[in-house]
């Protein structure tokens, strides 16, 4: 019975630290975000929130590669996360274009 509660508790701590990072990202603190996710990544390297989190970090300072490729492996871990849509709306701009600025 512990070994559940203490499960729990892992599950509990990682998404306060989450919670805290998100918290991190949204006062523009952004390298210590980057660090913080950096390190839990390497401790939940499973974690498809994470890398979302971390390539909306990288977007947000306009590092769009880095961007991509954390979405690309939130998708990887879970085909259902909103890095889907993040990833998505990002190409859209990337690949955005005005025909018509050209012929003025």
């Not at 509990?12 to 006062?27: C, F, V």
């Not at 990544?41 to 954390?70: F, H, M, T, V």
């Not at 690309?72 to 996360?81: G, Q, T």
Request: glycine residues 2%.
């Amino acid at each position: 019975m512990s070994v559940k509660l203490s499960k729990r508790g892992d599950h509990s701590d990682m998404n306060e630290k989450l919670k805290e990072i998100k918290a991190l990202i949204q006062d523009n603190e952004l390298d210590t975000a980057t660090t913080k996710l950096k390190e839990y990544i390497c401790s939940s390297p499973q974690s498809d929130e994470a890398y979302y989190l971390l390539g909306n970090l990288y977007r947000k300072q306009g590092n769009w590669q880095l961007a991509l490729n954390n979405y690309l492996e939130a998708i990887n871990l879970n085909s259902n996360s909103p890095a889907v849509q993040a990833h998505t709306m990002l190409m859209d701009i990337l690949n955005f274009y005005n025909k018509d600025m050209y012929n003025q």
